[in-house]
């Protein structure tokens, strides 16, 4: 695949952390140039600073901030050249239970998770700002979207609201040559997983992942792999599709 990547542009929100980060670090090894997203100025220097390659940039941006998307899309393009790709691995997640669910939080979640992506998504496809026939767009959702885990009601829909939207802009672009798949995978780690492990404890958490996942835990790289394969030509004819992640365990 190291052809195909070469000196193609891809933008990577989250990229300071988890999913997002490998996924830029892997890109990279593969000869992208990489666009990387998101709030941790710091986090961002270091990893532009260690990325395979030259020509990276990092954009420091609130992703919840649909109105700076627009803005920043046009600066990367304007700077860059056209887009390749665009990887959405921003997100958040927070248990709720409905009669504690804050409305203000709930609709933080859903900014960052769903909202978001529609704005990048619109901003990233206009004329001129992407190549034709070459253009892929892979959305972080979750294996929450497919269970009915107690208290993720928010999180769950904003991930299934992901596959949904994906699932429908693939039929909107297909003749325009653009393809739109999800990644859900189950738990992962990273440091949002860290949410869970505080909940349940180690030695709770670490049986349930046991229980739930017999191929092991999922690492930041399994999924990179495969947001590579779906941003790649040998992936060509997909889109519109979700595909999960559970390393031979269910749903639950």
């Not at 990276?56 to 393009?77: A, C, G, P, R, W």
Request: proline letters at 2%; one cysteine or more.
């Amino acid at each position: 695949m190291k052809e195909y990547f070469k000196d193609r542009i891809y933008v990577v929100t989250g990229a300071s952390s988890g999913i997002g980060e490998e996924i830029c670090r892997q890109l990279a090894q593969h000869g992208a140039k990489i666009v990387a997203f998101g709030r941790d100025e710091n986090r961002l220097q270091t990893l532009i600073s260690e990325l395979e390659g030259d020509s990276h940039i990092f954009v420091t941006l609130d992703i919840k901030d649909t109105l700076k998307i627009e803005e920043s899309l046009n600066f990367v393009v304007n700077k860059k050249g056209k887009l390749s790709g665009l990887v959405h691995s921003a997100g958040i997640a927070q248990t709720m239970l409905l009669r504690d669910t804050d409305i203000l939080k709930a609709k933080e979640i859903l900014d960052i998770n769903l909202l978001s992506f529609f704005a990048l998504a619109k901003s990233a496809l206009k004329m001129g700002r992407y190549e034709k026939g070459f253009m892929s767009v892979v959305a972080l959702s979750s294996i929450a979207a497919f269970n009915n885990q107690a208290a993720l009601s928010v999180y769950a829909a904003s991930k299934a609201g992901l596959n949904a939207a994906c699932a429908s802009l693939a039929s909107e672009y297909a003749k325009r040559g653009v393809r739109f798949n999800t990644i859900a995978p189950s738990y992962v780690t990273t440091p949002m997983t860290d949410i869970f492990r505080q909940i349940l404890g180690d030695d709770k958490y670490y049986k349930k992942i046991k229980e739930i996942m017999p191929f092991g835990e999922i690492l930041p790289k399994d999924v990179a792999q495969l947001a590579l394969f779906l941003l790649s030509h040998n992936s060509s004819k997909i889109t519109g599709e979700c595909i999960k992640i559970t390393s031979g365990g269910g749903y639950k």
